[in-house]
């Protein structure tokens, strides 16, 4: 089997797809914007070839590519990033090269389009907030006056919040809609109303389809800083924060939505909140794992490889979950900062030391940092285990005074 990965060298903990794939004897075809040289020791000996590109996004140059490995390697089974931001490249490519494994163009857009995906919530008889695609002011501002503050501003075609604002007045909306449109590709946003929530946090994470039903539930809180964007998550923990009689509606809102989408097999990374009626609102859906470290994290309290579930998916082999119930309280923390800098270094306080299992640190002292609009710019991730929710809790609501990273240079204007 020939299985091309596209950016397997980012996010960093990629290159653990790429080891399942090797390991059960798949030829994996890489295809990145890295030298070869500058690409983790472990990633290399995973692949049978490396492919560089200047451009990911450069279609001529993605085509090149994978006209290079067919030629070289005979037919392609497989082109997959798991990265939201390259979907519609990855369909483009299957669609061209008759690759009939993943999403092709006809699918695509029902997924990776925020009003397309809104669509199929409807059909799924989930409920939607009221929304209205724009590309002008004139066209935000009429929508607005409509329904009133709080809205979002958001690009209609980013991953998770990339580029979202939650605007409570007039006041800051062409900053909003300038922050969005920048991370629009196809120069159009949303502007949705504002759903509050009864619940003390998001709730997110990554659910695992198998046969066409959701068997591994690895929801979780979704912890923000309101220092930086609001929207953007700064941590995860575990178990969720809800009433069961809501956990039971997010679970079947969830299954009617893999059910009327006919996703049979393989990771869904969501988002979704409970209002005070009680009613469900998905907020995001993706065909993939999601990023932050959430399929390590789910690894360590189900007992599962997420990687080699999805690899088994990928090669139509029978899943070998053998997950077991969560015990404990987990949490993960996206370390980051609130203004741009030069990175000095992170200090945990010792209280808190006692508590971190694991640390993946993405910057070393000397390295510039900038202020965390979005989950591009995290520092580094820290794993948690806590012997009590009521400790957990305790440290997350005031995570800030823990953990300390030191950045020399302006603040954020």
Request: proline share 5%.
């Amino acid at each position: 089997m020939n299985f091309i990965f596209v950016s397997p060298h980012f996010p960093k903990t990629y290159w653990n797809f790429c080891d399942r794939l090797h390991r059960n004897g798949v030829n994996v075809l890489g295809i990145g914007d890295a030298p070869f040289d500058e690409i983790p020791w472990e990633l290399k000996q995973c692949l049978t070839e490396y492919y560089r590109v200047n451009d990911l996004g450069n279609y001529d140059e993605m085509l090149r590519a994978v006209a290079y490995f067919t030629f070289h390697y005979g037919k392609i089974d497989w082109i997959e990033s798991n990265n939201e931001y390259w979907l519609e490249m990855d369909a483009q490519l299957r669609t061209d090269f008759n690759i009939n494994t993943g999403a092709k163009n006809d699918f695509i857009e029902r997924i990776k389009y925020k009003s397309k995906m809104k669509e199929s919530y409807i059909a799924a008889g989930v409920p939607v907030a009221r929304y209205h695609i724009v590309s002008t002011l004139a066209e935000a501002r009429a929508f607005i006056k409509e329904v009133g503050y709080p809205v979002i501003v958001k690009p209609v075609d980013s991953s998770g919040s990339k580029g979202a604002t939650v605007l409570r007045s007039a006041d800051g909306l062409e900053r909003a809609a300038e922050f969005a449109f920048s991370f629009s590709r196809c120069h159009r946003i949303v502007i949705e109303e504002f759903v509050e929530q009864k619940h003390p946090f998001l709730i997110g994470g990554d659910v695992f389809v198998k046969d066409g039903k959701i068997v591994l539930w690895g929801l979780l809180n979704c912890h923000r800083d309101p220092r930086v964007n609001p929207l953007v998550p700064v941590g995860k923990s575990y178990p969720l924060r809800l009433e069961a009689g809501d956990i039971r509606r997010v679970k079947d809102t969830l299954s009617a939505m893999v059910e009327k989408l006919g996703i049979r097999n393989g990771p869904m990374n969501v988002e979704l909140i409970v209002d005070k009626e009680n009613r469900v609102f998905l907020i995001d859906v993706g065909p993939r794992s999601g990023g932050n470290m959430i399929p390590e994290l789910l690894g360590d309290l189900f007992g599962v490889n997420a990687a080699e579930m999805s690899i088994e998916a990928a090669m139509g082999l029978s899943i070998h979950g053998g997950f077991h119930a969560p015990t404990g309280f987990y949490a993960t923390h996206n370390l980051h900062s609130d203004r741009s800098g030069v990175y000095q270094g992170v200090r945990f306080a010792p209280e808190l030391e006692r508590y971190i299992y694991r640390k993946c640190l993405y910057k070393k002292p000397g390295d510039a940092v900038e202020f965390f609009d979005n989950a591009s710019k995290c520092l580094g991730i820290v794993f948690m285990k806590f012997p009590s929710a009521e400790e957990m809790q305790r440290y997350l609501d005031d995570i800030s005074r823990y953990i300390t990273v030191e950045v020399r240079g302006s603040e954020h204007e």
